[in-house]
Each structure stands twice: as C-alpha cells, then as structure tokens.
C-alpha cells in the first residue's frame, strides 16, 4: 500500500508546531504524526527497493520509532502497538498501521459530517385532498398552520403536526371551476390575510381570522393579464410598511407598496357603510396606478419583453425586485427602487443560456442562485453580471428547483429525475445526494418547498405532497453505530468490546480507552446481526443473522467457516452457544440446531440432528449452559426446559405455574392442543405437592407474550446449591419479571417485577454473582444485590425483589443486549442500544463514557467504591415498603400483588431524592392511597389481608411460643360451678323428638309456595294444553282437506 496515495491527518506545518505545544501530550500519538514521521515509518516497514515487508513486534517497534522519529516515549508507542495488534499476534506491519489510521479519520469524517449533513427520516405521502396539481405550500407563523392551495381553487388547512384541519375552496359561485385556475398564493402574516392570483386576471385577499370560512375582502381587478407569481414582504420593526410583488405572463412585473397596512390595504368607497364592511371591495389598477389611495403607491417595468415571469421577489437588503424567465435575454433582472421609492433608479438583467426555471438568494452571502435548464447551478453576485461567481456541477437532468438552507449557508437542489442534491456553499461541493423516486411518470408538475424553522422538505408531484423531515440534530448526542445496536459483547484476553449493529456492522473497541480499533462492515451482506458469541478462547467471533447463517471470525476479519442453520433458508437466531464439543442454535421453528466440531472440516458447515427433537411449543429466544451437562432453554411461552446436554434429551419443565417433569407433560399434548393457547397453561395438572403460592388462577395473566424468557442465567459461582437449596438459575423478561428457580429441585423459588409497565427486559449478571443487571425498552439500567438472595432454601415462594443498589437511565432507547466486566477492582456494565450508542458505567451507576464520543477515557485502576448509605440516602425502592420484608428468621411470603409497586427511579443517578418526583416523605395522604396495592400474607388460617399502613415497616417474624399458664379452677372443675344441682320440674332425661314425629305434612312444592303462585301455574298449564290442542285440530283438518282435493 502506497502511503502518498492515502488522505492523512492535519498537515506538517500544524503538527509541527503541535508537537512542542503542552497540550499534545494529552493527543493521543497518532493524533501528533505529520506527513514526513508516515513516511519516515513506511520507510522501515517497507524499504525503498526492495520487495520485502517488515513485520515488527512490540519492542522492536517500541525501541526503533522514537530513535527515528525524534519524538515521543517508548511507552506511547506499545500503546500505538497495543490499538494496531488488535489479534495479539505480538506483530504488526504497514497495512495494518496504516488501516488503523485510516480509521480514525474516517470516524473524524463521519463526525464532522454529522455535524453540517442533515439526516432524513423515510418519506411520508401525506394525504391527497387535491384534484389538481398543488401550486403553492406555506406555512402561518401566527397560527402555526400550514397552508396549501391547488390549481383547481381548493385551500387545504393543516395543523402543525400536519393532520388535515378542514378543507375549503376559495372559488366564488360566480366563477366556474372549468374557466378557473388559481396560479399563485403569498401570505400577508402582518394583517392576517392571504392573497390569491388566478387565471380571472385578479388577485383576492382573503381575511384568515374567521373560522369557517376565508372571505374575500379586497378584490384585485383590470390587471390586463394573468398574475403567474407573486411576493410579499413586510417590515418586521414597523409592519406597516409592505410591499406585493407579482409577475405576469406577459413580463411585467408589478409592486404594490403599502404604508398604512394595520390600518387598511386599501381606502374603502366613502359611500360604504358599516354594515358592508364585511363585503368585497372591489379595486381597479387603474385606480392604484393613478394615485386615488393615499395609503399605497405601484411601480412597474416591462423589461422581460413580454416572456412569462416564472418567480420574483422583493429583497429589503438589495431595496431591489428580482424576478426571472425562462428566456435566455434578460433571464433574471434586478430593479432597484430610488429614494423617493416611487420610481425604479436602475435596472440590471443577466443573460443566462437556455434560461433557468427558478432562482433563490441568500441575503448574508450576498448570493443568487438560479436553477438552469443546463443541468447546471450557478450562483451569481448580483452587481457582476458577466459570469457567475460559481458553477456547481452534478445533475444530469434539467434542475427545476433552488433554495438556500440559510442558517447551515447551503444549498437545496431538485432535479427533473428526481434527484435532491444539498451543496456546500463556500466550497462548492455536492455533500449529500437522495434519490426521490416518489413517483414513476417522468410528466409531472413539481413544487419545492424547504421550511426552515421545522426541518421539513415539501416536494409535490402534481396532486400527491410528500413530506421528508429532517432527524433530529444528532451532533451534540454521541453514537457508536449509525444503525441500532443489536449485540455487544467483551473479550477479556484482548480487552476489547465488540457491538455489532442492524447494518451487519461489527466495531471493536478497547475498554480502557473507548476508541475504536477495528471495524467490519458488510459481515452478512446487508441483513443486521441478531446475536453473536465467543468461543471459550475468546479469540474467536461468531455472528448470527436472520440470513440463516453463522460465521466464524478471527480478531483480523477473516471468516473461517459459515454454518448453515437454515439450510439455505433465512431463519431467525435468537442465540448461539458455544460448548465444549458442539455449537448450538435456537430460535428457528422451536428446535435446537447442533453443529459438531468434528465435523468442522469444509469452510460451510452443515447442522446434525439434535436428538431431543422438537420439545418446545413456541419459538426458543434463549438458553444457558451449566456444566457439566445442564442444558436449559427458554421460550416464548414462559417454559424453561432443562435438557441432558449428553443424551440431548429434555426430563423436566419448568413455568410460573406449574413445575413437571417431561413424559408426563407430553402424554397430554393432544388434550392440550385442542384447548385455546391463551388457556393451555391453566389446564395444565400439576403433579403430587406441587402449588401455586400466592396465584389465584382468577388474576392469573394470560397475555400472549407476558411470560416470555428473554434471558436464562446460571449463578455458577454459587457451589454449594445442592446442600443450602437455594437459587441457581435466574430468567426474565415479559411483564418486566425475575424469577430464581432451583433446576436441581425442579421449582420456582422467587419471582419479582424488577420494571413495571415496560414490557419485556433483558438482564445481565456479573462472574461473582453479585450483581443482576436489567435492562427494559426505554434505556433505563436497575442493579440489584444478589449476593445473598434467595442463597437458602425457604418453604414458600419469595415476592420481595432484592435490594435495589442504582437505577439509571443511559440510553434513550430499548436496551437491546448487557454485558459485564472485571476491569481491576471493579465491574464496568457494557449496555448497548437501539439509539445506536454502547455505553460503559460502573456498577454503582457512573458513566465512565459511550464509545465513539470525541474525548477517549481512561480507567483508572483501583478506584474506591461508594460505601451506600441506605439511612442517609435512600432512594424510591429503598422506602420501608420493601427494604424490612426479610427478616434473619426467613423470607416473608406475600402474593404477587405486593410486587405490583411501580419501580420508576430511571433518574436517580446521584442518590439523592429529587423534590419533584413522588417518594414516601414527600407525598399526601391522597397520593399515597393511589400507590397501595392490596397484599396478603400467609397466616395458620390461610390467606388473609395484609395492611397496608405504615405498620408494614415493622419487622415481622415468627412469634414466640408462650410460657405456659395455669388454667383457671372453673375451666378444670365445670361441674363444680355450672348446673351443680338440676332445676325443679324439669325432667332429667330429655327425649328429643324425631324429624317424623314432628312433621306434619308429606315435603313437597304444595307446602313450600302460596297458593296464589300454585294457581297462576295451574292456569298457565291449562292455556299451554288448551293452545297445544287447537293447535293439533287445525292441522289434522288442513290435511283432511288436502286428501280431499
């Protein structure tokens, strides 16, 4: 690779300078190499003359650049080494030092045209309420409304967010729509009025404060011609003072200048009285040509030679009208006005070849633009009219539309083949070219319109508006990606990050620093990456893609074999798992995809059988690995399965609802398949012992969707789960629920909602299985202590969520993959996200940085953590609701009701309270009824109402055993104080009678009802019977009479 032919940094004479200034030594050192120290390295990578390439390792490179370069410390260069060697090769040559520069300024290209290049949203076809082709698009400052207006007379009213307000044609019943086109609209914003010129030869102003209708107050008449453009323009220090300007197929060009327009455009007939005020006012040119109204004056020049004026427009800067035609003599002219302002004091026309379709200027750069049927775009100064100042070059159709981006001082460019072009106006170069292929007739009438002030872009196709609105600025916001982010992952043998996004991008980063060090594009085409892993080196990449296929890369970008997941076909991956002898795939069809390494000879691999079959009943979207053998995965109907990875055969079940091992489970599957899915898991038996603690099948949810498993986790550094009988598996997802299960007994041993009212979260859980880390669709991050949670075995479910140590929000949108890292004597969260930004912040809720942000950080390395004070500083989930529901005696038992309570802290960064939002020592007694849900605890009785009062802070254990006590003498001796002695004349054996001897009437209906109600039966009875029988008669005789005929 030739160096002389590659862009570089800054030139020589910068740097150069650079290099004795204090602040390079924070620059990082490629950052502070000019031209000659690039070639001076080439030099010794490569020798002049000869063909032989250098391979350098890190001393040798460390120990020859500052002897050649004269600059820099031996430990700045093994730090260069360190960001080339990206594959720990402990080598590196020029083509890889070189690509590493290379990309550096290209992240510098990007950000710096981030900055100036707007970004599009996807075009958006408004609705079609017009007929005809649409001639004018406006927008009301006053009102903020958009107005449009087609050829046919129809005014379309939008509202800001551009939903159609109502429709209203602006024709008089005295014109017929056949003989009427209306051919230009301008707002008067000053006095609330729009004017109208149409193919009449007149020109309507149309009062915009009422709102139903627009009525016509002034009509413009005697014209001679046909207005075809027009202009208005009014002073914003002193409104009064305004001026029409309109252009007219014949070439003249015409201006109204009004001085009084609060008061009245026009003088109104002395004979008018108040109540025709509301009427047309009907004025003549003549009239205004003559002087008759004091409050307005005219000027005019024919100087286009009778050629159709396509635009003008008055400039106060210039005090000058510039308008123009399609004719190549006098294509655009320019005329000033004196002092007097009544007459014109010099006129200046441009000679342009083939002419130009439209033209805009640019007041601060003093600047025309004119769209050319050359193909070409010219800018023009307006007192030079020999040449113009600039041509720029690109379209390859005839350019039918010109306007200025003012405040970014560029410039918007439309073409007949529909083909936008944005220009750098101080360099004259083309930044950002967008195909438009809106419609597909290559005959149309296009209008073009730029609204500045909202960053939309109105480009209409005869009858059809289309709308492209500009992204939000994305400059001041830093991003990793330009896409979504979909993975992210860390390898700690070369201390790297790795994000891929939905482009089929994958970058690397160094976590020390944030920079970016390597970078793929194109890996699976153009279809986004769904998952990727590591292999148990770390040395080697896999990605996974709805392509259907899995490929295996090395730190350097080569792929050294594709497996073949849906055999051709494209398939989701919802993940991939790398094990000791296989590779495994899930989320296609509810299988499991195996690839067996000793099969992995040619570069495309095919899958093998998996012999457990297909087990799950949904799409599989996760799955863990316990070694030796213990394989679970998770799907979208909440199931988890624990499979044998050995045999590859499942044996047990895991749900929310229900715990079962397999064969029993799949003896029902065709009762099941005939019950509605939504129900199938309420009808599922559960076997001997087994309960739903706390569910009442009633409340139970049944949403498609709500119990899906995002993410399966083992809490592998817990070792001693088989004699304590705690947790050792965590899932979560729908609902925003965790949930701790215990495989090796087959149960569910705590469940809580970590994220209320967000949907389905994502979770992440450090080495020493210390901290959980979940992640839910708005960006927000919640880190709980799971060192001692659920570590022992309890006699009921557990509902109390573990202590909650930070929520933050670093991202703006769906968290979409979590990672964790040992980083010295700390744990670093890696969180990626659909916003395009990976970020890294520490387990106690700082933000150490986002990758691809300008100024690159550095860890330090024994940095000591914040010792959290719950008593001082507590935070939302931190309030004695929750913090004294576990007690040294054992969990508490609640129902899943009690872990309702919403958990929104995505702010508390600090740990500090903010006096605005809700908490306990802040709210009202209303405020907190609104937040009580209704609980329950377990009690020897059952289940009974829990309060909700400010009593749930005590600690609640189990209750002491009373000493014993002493009954009282009456209790022990009762006959000693009750009936001691019988009562006279009552007989001491009492024979109680039986139920027949007392009875006096057989039971039946007859002694239970009144008579009334017995009789009204009775009569009921015989109309049944009589109507039956009348019945019977008519028929019989019916068929008599038929045999007789």
């Known amino acids: 690779m030739n160096y002389q032919n590659i862009p570089l940094l800054p030139g020589p004479q910068t740097l150069s300078k650079a290099k004795d200034d204090e602040k390079c030594g924070a620059e990082p050192l490629e950052n502070q190499l000019d031209v000659d120290d690039f070639m001076k390295i080439q030099s010794i990578f490569e020798p002049p003359g000869s063909d032989h390439r250098v391979c350098m390792t890190r001393e040798e490179f ?50 710096a045209k981030s900055a100036v290049i707007p970004q599009w949203k996807d075009p958006q076809l408004l609705p079609m309420i017009h007929k005809d082709a649409i001639q004018k698009v406006i927008f009301l400052k006053s009102s903020s409304r958009y107005l449009t207006v087609s050829k046919e007379g129809l005014l379309g009213v939008w509202e800001e967010n551009l939903k159609l307000q109502e429709k209203v044609p602006i024709t008089s019943d005295a014109i017929k729509l056949k003989t009427l086109w209306v051919t230009s609209l301008v707002p008067l914003e000053n006095v609330n009025k729009i004017a109208v010129a149409s193919t009449s030869k007149e020109i309507c102003f149309y009062d915009l404060l009422f709102n139903k209708e627009f009525p016509c107050q002034y009509k413009l008449q005697g014209l001679g011609s046909t207005p075809a453009c027009m202009h208005y323009w009014y002073n914003p220090q002193d409104a009064n003072e305004s001026m029409l300007t309109f252009g007219d197929i014949a070439g003249k060009v015409r201006a109204i200048s009004f001085s009084t327009a609060l008061i009245s455009l026009f003088e109104r007939p002395p004979m008018s009285s108040s109540e025709d005020e509301d009427n047309t006012v009907t004025i003549n040119w003549a009239e205004l040509a003559s002087g008759y109204h004091k409050c307005c004056s005219t000027l005019e020049h024919r100087h286009h030679n009778q050629e159709w004026v396509r635009q003008v427009i008055y400039d106060a800067s210039l005090d000058a009208i510039i308008s123009s035609t399609t004719s190549h003599v006098n294509t655009v002219v320019l005329a000033w006005r004196e002092k007097s302002k009544q007459k014109w004091i010099k006129k200046t026309s441009f000679n342009i070849a083939q002419g130009i379709y439209t033209f805009d200027y640019h007041s601060c750069l003093n600047l025309i633009a004119t769209a050319g049927l050359d193909h070409r775009v010219c800018l023009w100064n307006p007192y030079v009219v020999s040449k113009p100042t600039g041509v720029l070059w690109g379209h390859s159709a005839v350019v039918i539309a010109v306007q200025f981006f003012t405040a970014r001082k ?20 083309s930044i950002q070219r967008v195909a438009c292929p809106f419609t597909k007739s290559q005959d149309f009438k296009c209008l073009f319109h730029f609204d500045e002030a909202h960053g939309r872009l109105f480009i209409a196709f005869n009858n059809q508006l289309t709308l492209l609105a500009m992204k939000n600025e994305t400059s001041k916001r830093v991003t990793s990606h330009e896409k979504p982010v979909t993975c992210v992952l860390y390898s700690s043998v070369f201390r790297q990050v790795i994000s891929s996004d939905t482009e089929s991008t994958v970058s690397f980063w160094m976590i020390d620093t944030g920079q970016k060090i390597k970078q793929f594009t194109g890996c699976h085409g153009n279809v986004e990456i769904s998952t990727m892993a590591l292999d148990p080196s770390e040395k080697r990449l896999l990605t996974g893609s709805p392509d259907g296929a899995i490929k295996i890369w090395d730190f350097n970008g080569h792929c050294y074999h594709t497996l073949n997941v849906g055999q051709d076909r494209a398939v989701d991956i919802s993940q991939i798992l790398v094990l000791k002898k296989t590779i495994l795939a899930v989320g296609w069809e509810r299988a499991i995809t195996v690839f067996r390494l000793r099969d992995f000879t040619p570069f495309l691999v095919q899958p093998e059988e998996w012999k457990g079959g297909v087990q799950h009943r949904e799409d599989i979207l996760c799955a863990a690995f316990l070694p030796p053998q213990t394989l679970v995965t998770g799907s979208y109907d909440g199931e988890i399965l624990i499979w044998n990875s050995s045999t590859e055969n499942a044996h047990h079940i895991l749900h929310p609802y229900y715990q079962q091992s397999l064969h029993s489970q799949r003896d029902r599957d065709a009762d099941l398949q005939k019950q509605p899915k939504a129900e199938r898991r309420l009808f599922l038996p559960l076997s001997a012992g087994e309960t739903i603690l706390g569910i009442n099948s009633s409340e139970t949810d049944t949403t498609e969707g709500n119990h899906a498993v995002m993410r399966l986790s083992f809490l592998e550094a817990r070792k001693n789960i088989t004699v304590t009988g705690g947790a050792n598996l965590v899932s979560c997802g729908g609902s925003g629920y965790v949930r701790f299960w215990n495989i090796f007994k087959k149960q569910l041993v705590a469940q809580f909602v970590a994220h209320s009212g967000t949907g389905p979260i994502i979770m992440t859980i450090d080495k020493t299985n210390q901290h959980l880390i979940t992640g839910d669709s708005n960006g927000c991050l919640k880190i709980w202590n799971i060192e001692e949670y659920c570590l022992h075995f309890n006699d009921g479910q557990v509902f109390q969520p573990p202590t909650l140590i930070r929520s933050f929000q670093p991202h703006e949108d769906e968290i979409s993959s979590l990672e964790t890292c040992a980083h010295s004597s700390r744990v670093l969260i890696i969180a990626s996200s659909a916003d395009g930004s990976v970020s890294v912040s520490d387990v106690w809720g700082s933000l150490i940085g986002i990758f691809g942000q300008v100024e690159h950080w550095r860890i330090k390395s024994n940095v000591p953590l914040p010792q959290r004070d719950i008593g001082e500083l507590p935070t939302v989930e931190d309030v004695p609701r929750a913090k004294a529901l576990l007690t040294e005696e054992g969990p508490f038992v609640v129902s899943t009701e009690q ?9 508390d960064s600090s740990n500090m309270l903010n006096p605005g939002e809700n908490n306990n020592a802040g ?29 749930r802070s005590l600690c609640i254990g189990t209750l002491e055993e009373a000493a014993e006590v002493n009954k009282p003498d009456f209790l022990v001796n009762p006959d000693k104080y009750f009936r001691e002695k019988p009562e006279e004349g009552c007989p001491k054996n009492l024979k109680i009678a039986s139920l027949a001897e007392t009875l006096r009437a057989a039971f039946d209906e007859k002694s239970l009802f009144p008579k009334e109600i017995l009789d009204r039966e009775r009569k009921a009875k015989q109309l049944c019977q009589e109507a039956c029988r009348k019945g019977k008669m008519k028929r019989n005789r019916t068929q008599m009479s038929l045999k007789e005929k």
């Open 62 to 111: 460390m120990a020859k650049m500052p002897e050649i370069l004269g600059h820099g410390t031996k430990e700045e260069y093994g730090e260069l080494f360190d960001k080339v060697d990206v594959a720990r090769d402990d080598s590196i040559t020029w083509d890889k030092l070189i690509s590493l520069i290379l990309l550096n300024l290209n992240e510098k290209d990007e950000r």
């Open 410 to 429: 560029q410039l918007f460019s439309f073409s007949k083949d529909k083909v936008l072009r944005l220009w750098d106006i101080q360099h004259q170069l």
């Open 899 to 907: 872990t309702g309570f919403d958990m929104k802290d995505k702010g």
């Open 923 to 951: 709210t009202n007694s209303q405020e907190s009824t609104t937040l009580k849900k209704k609980s329950y605890k377990f009690c020897h009785s059952g289940l009974t109402p829990k309060s909700s009062s400010v009593f």
